[in-house]
């Protein structure tokens, strides 16, 4: 039996190559500097209810989610972040690295509610109930980062 069990991160499904994204569009990012942590996969957005491809959406400034034609997803994004939330609980998870500049994943930017293509500082709907439970939210950016808080959690 293998007794060093890795510790596990949570990561944006998106970042590991999965087709999830708003756009369907498959991206791949080099995490091989992760290879001794296990990477637990979850997309809120999907886990919300939401299909692939879909309309994008963005935050208000009443803090409702709507997509670009005006439907209301705010229960959709909600529903999602607690599905995340579980898997940290059951998971004993204290890390994620979630997508940068989305509105459920972002941990400091997010665009406006316009859909003008406007970033402000901001989190997403997932990041700020994970970091309201004590998880440590980091980008894809920001590995080092990371990688340094996680080596003093050992
Ligand atoms: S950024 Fe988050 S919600 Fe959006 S596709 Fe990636 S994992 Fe899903």
Redesign the pocket.
Known sequence: MNIFLKSKILI???LLGKR???DGIVKYYDFSSLDNYELIAC????DGGLPIPRFPSEIQVNGKVLNVNGLDVTDEFNYGANIALKLVLNENIKVAI??SK?P??SNKMVYDGTFSGVLMRGVGVTMKVLEENGIKVFDENEIEEALAYLSVLK
């Open positions: 944006s499904a998106c999830v994204r708003y997309c809120p957005e999907v979630l997508k989305s459920s994943c």
